[in-house]
């Protein structure tokens, strides 16, 4: 299939280690954040989500931490699979009266090495 | 049950020619969005409905490019003298609500290459 990202940062791991993928995002007033992994070919698919009032949160194998006062989130991946070879797209939600709208980051491509 | 479906999967157009880009988003999903993704980059946003109100239409990026979703459902995404700039893959996600605190479920989008 065609590649989501040819010129995407890219991180490089060892099947089994941790991963971590981090982004900066831009708006101070954002108040929720998720990560979402784009395989080639595909849609965004979600991974993880955390509100402004946390620093933490943990799901099946991946953490978000998010630092607010630096505008930094970042997502954690134990024990990296084959399977997670992707794009790893950060996403901010602005506060909006109506509904979800989302802003992007610009992405890292994560390649597991068997 | 079936996620967000999208048609056609692909779709190239000469310069100039008028395309449709279909959405069913998951039944019973009040807010619907468009987004476009260029090779290579995040996706941005286009327009946003809640039921059949478009409420949002700011990121469209041209008066070329309209959307309409008449029964709160099915949304079509048109965009009148392709320009090769056009060239992208276009997603569509839908939520349930119109909570901003809901992750959005996408699409595997439509590519869409103007020649």
């Known amino acids: 299939g065609e590649s989501v990202g040819l010129h995407l940062p890219t991180l490089s791991v060892q099947e089994g280690d941790n991963s971590i993928i981090n982004c900066a995002y831009s708006?101070?007033?954002?108040?929720?954040f998720i990560w979402y992994k784009q395989e080639s070919g595909k849609g965004p698919q979600f991974i993880i989500d955390?509100?402004?009032?946390?620093d933490k949160r943990q799901g099946q194998r991946v953490t978000v931490l998010l630092n607010k006062t630096v505008k930094h989130l970042s997502l954690q991946i134990a024990a990296t699979q084959p399977g997670d070879s992707a794009v790893y797209f950060c996403?901010?939600?602005?506060?909006?009266?109506?509904?979800?709208?989302?802003?992007f980051g610009g992405g890292t491509r994560l390649m597991v090495k068997p | 049950g079936a996620g967000v479906s999208q048609s056609p999967r692909y779709k190239v157009a000469k310069r100039g020619q008028d395309v449709a880009l279909r959405c069913d988003p998951i039944?019973?999903?009040?807010?619907l969005f468009w987004y476009q993704q260029a090779l290579g980059q995040g996706p941005e946003f286009l327009t946003y409905?809640?039921?059949?109100?478009?409420?949002?239409k700011s990121g469209l990026p041209s008066d070329r490019f309209f959307a309409e979703r008449p029964e709160g459902s099915v949304s079509t995404l048109k965009i009148q003298r392709t320009q090769q700039e056009d060239s992208a893959v276009y997603l569509c996600?839908?939520?349930?609500?119109?909570?901003?605190?809901?992750?959005?479920?996408f699409g595997n989008g439509t590519r869409l290459t103007v020649t």
């Open positions: 996600a839908s939520v349930y609500g119109t909570s901003y605190n809901s992750p959005l479920h």
């Open positions: 409905f809640q039921n059949e109100a478009q409420l949002d």
């Open positions: 039944s019973g999903h009040v807010s």
């Open positions: 996403a901010e939600s602005l506060i909006y009266n109506a509904g979800n709208m989302l802003t």
């Open positions: 955390i509100r402004s009032n946390m």
């Open positions: 708006n101070s007033a954002s108040d929720y």
